[in-house]
């Protein structure tokens, strides 16, 4: 393989993915700053690359001398100048918002080197939507990696009309390097290729809960039992991607759409989730309690005892 040209990466956004993609980029070899303007934010991110290193030694049999390198690759900062001042890729994974998203990239615009490649990891919004303001249009892309990037190792690679060629070669050549299998979207679309498919679901899933139809633990039951192998189900996925990024995805294209039921489904985020400190995996709350959720112990998915038919058939009952 060529030379590697992206070594120096700088994650914007030291939330669930961005720690893992700065963690993960580390891992591979790369020399990593994580930014985050908010204390808070940098403490959660420091906390999470510490479970990482945990599951990389689990998961992936990473030895103690691995993890130790990993550790000298990656810096924390709160210094937007400082952060990128030596960045060959920028990757942008701040909350799905397009204000905050904006408002990183005009703070951040003067202060890049002349050849940083900027990526967004935004999973609904469009790279169009930020060319102009990067300062940078040509040399901006799309970048959007799945959740659990250690094992779901997908990236959807998404141009805009004025990404250049070659800064689509460097982008791809990096996921490999990281190991990544790099998906081209052939069109512009919200959502790219997984999200397209996984939001319907999800968000079908909350109108489930938000309309009394079911509980998040019979939605999961149904998925994983119909997915057989599947590790998650739709609220275990939720948990996964934090309730914060689920909350501004159902509200931005709920207020877009004008979806009356999207909109709902957000406000229940917000009111039963974010303003009672669940935010999933993170937190150790969300629709489950972590480490130990429910639908991951025995028995979840077993046929019940014939005791339980009378609870079944009074939640099935219409009053």
């Given at each position: 393989?060529s030379e590697?040209?992206?070594?120096n990466?700088?994650?914007?956004g030291?939330?669930v993915l961005g ?6 980029s580390?891992?591979?070899g790369?020399?990593?700053v994580i930014y985050?303007p ?7 991110g420091r906390?999470?690359?510490?479970r ?7 998961d992936?049999g ?5 993890i130790?390198?990993t550790r ?9 100048k ?9 990757i942008?994974?701040?909350?799905e918002?397009?204000e905050?998203k ?8 003067p202060?890049?080197p ?6 967004t990891?935004?999973?609904t ?6 060319a102009?303001v990067t300062g940078?249009?040509?040399k901006?892309c ?15 690679v998404?141009a ?10 460097a ?6 390097e990281?190991?990544?299998?790099p998906l081209?979207?052939?069109k512009?679309?919200n959502g790219?290729i997984?999200?397209?498919?996984l939001?319907a679901?999800?968000?079908a899933?909350m109108?489930?809960i938000?309309?009394?139809v079911?509980t998040?633990?019979?939605v999961?039951?149904?998925f994983?039992i ?8 739709p609220?275990?996925i939720?948990d996964?991607?934090?309730?914060r990024?689920?909350?501004h ?6 207020t877009i ?10 406000a229940?985020?917000k009111s039963?989730m974010?303003e009672n400190?669940?935010l999933g995996m993170e ?5 489950y309690?972590?480490p ?9 998915l077993?046929?019940?005892s014939?005791?339980?038919v ?10």
């Amino acid at each position: 393989m060529s030379e590697q040209r992206l070594r120096n990466v700088v994650v914007l956004g030291a939330g669930v993915l961005g720690g893992q993609i700065g963690w993960h980029s580390a891992y591979k070899g790369k020399t990593v700053v994580i930014y985050d303007p908010f204390p808070d934010g940098l403490a959660r991110g420091r906390m999470a690359v510490e479970r990482y290193a945990e599951i990389y030694k689990v998961d992936l049999g990473a030895a103690d001398e691995a993890i130790a390198a990993t550790r000298n690759r990656l810096t924390f900062s709160s210094d937007l100048k400082t952060a990128v001042a030596n960045a060959d890729l920028v990757i942008e994974a701040v909350p799905e918002d397009p204000e905050i998203k904006n408002k990183v990239y005009r703070d951040m615009a003067p202060l890049l080197p002349d050849h940083t490649i900027i990526a967004t990891n935004s999973s609904t919004l469009l790279a169009r939507d930020f060319a102009d303001v990067t300062g940078r249009p040509e040399k901006f892309c799309a970048l959007h990696f799945a959740n659990m990037i250690w094992a779901l190792n997908i990236v959807e690679v998404m141009a805009h009309p004025g990404t250049t060629r070659d800064t689509l070669t460097a982008i791809t050549e990096f996921a490999i390097e990281i190991g990544q299998v790099p998906l081209p979207v052939r069109k512009e679309q919200n959502g790219y290729i997984l999200n397209s498919w996984l939001n319907a679901l999800l968000n079908a899933s909350m109108t489930l809960i938000v309309d009394g139809v079911a509980t998040p633990q019979d939605v999961d039951r149904s998925f994983l039992i119909a997915n057989r192998g599947c590790r998650f189900g739709p609220f275990g996925i939720m948990d996964m991607v934090g309730m914060r990024t689920c909350h501004h995805v159902a509200d931005h294209w709920g207020t877009i759409n004008n979806d009356t039921q999207m909109l709902a489904n957000a406000a229940y985020l917000k009111s039963n989730m974010l303003e009672n400190g669940r935010l999933g995996m993170e937190s150790g709350e969300g629709f489950y309690s972590y480490p130990n959720p429910e639908f991951a112990r025995p028995g979840f998915l077993d046929v019940p005892s014939i005791d339980a038919v009378p609870r079944i058939v009074d939640l099935a009952t219409l009053s």
